[in-house]
C-alpha cells in the first residue's frame, strides 16, 4: 500500500464488521438524528465520527454523511447531487481517484458495515 496514503499518526482501528445497513438506515447517521457520523464508499461504511471537525454537521465535507458518496469522491465534488453511489460509469481516472479515497479512508476510519438494497 502506498504510503502517501498513509495517516502521519497511527491508527488503531477494529476489525472490519459487515453488518448490513439500509440506504435509509444509514441516512440516520449524520451526527444529528445520530451521534454518529457515516460515510459509505463503494458501498462499504466508515465512522468518521472522530473527524468531526471536517465531517460534521456544517462542516466541508458533511456533504458525504450518511450516504454513499463514491461518485462525489471519485469526481472531487462537493455538489449534494454527486454525492450518490453510482460510480460504474465513470472515466478510468476518476475511478482511480474513488480507489484512492477508500485506501485513504481505510486506513483512518473504522468499517462499520456494508450498504444493502
Known amino acids: 500500500m502506498s504510503g502517501k496514503f498513509q495517516p502521519k499518526e497511527k491508527v488503531d482501528l477494529d476489525p472490519p464488521l459487515d453488518t448490513?445497513?439500509?440506504?435509509?438506515?444509514l441516512a440516520q447517521y449524520d451526527g444529528v438524528k445520530n451521534p454518529k457520523?457515516?460515510?459509505a464508499i463503494k458501498g462499504v461504511i466508515f465512522d468518521v465520527t472522530r473527524n468531526t471537525a471536517s465531517y460534521g454537521p456544517?462542516?466541508?465535507?458533511n456533504v458525504f454523511v450518511g450516504k454513499d458518496a463514491s461518485r462525489a469522491l471519485a469526481?472531487?465534488?462537493?455538489?449534494v447531487?454527486?454525492?450518490?453511489?453510482k460510480y460504474d460509469?465513470?472515466?478510468?481516472?476518476?475511478?482511480?481517484?474513488?480507489?484512492d479515497w477508500f485506501t485513504f479512508f481505510s486506513n483512518r476510519y473504522?468499517?462499520?458495515?456494508?450498504?444493502?438494497q
Open 20 to 25: 448490513p445497513y439500509t440506504v435509509e438506515e
Open 37 to 39: 457520523v457515516y460515510v
Open 58 to 61: 456544517g462542516k466541508g465535507y
Open 75 to 79: 469526481k472531487s465534488s462537493l455538489k
Open 81 to 85: 447531487e454527486d454525492a450518490i453511489a
Open 89 to 99: 460509469d465513470l472515466p478510468e481516472k476518476e475511478l482511480k481517484v474513488l480507489d
Open 110 to 116: 473504522n468499517i462499520v458495515g456494508r450498504v444493502v
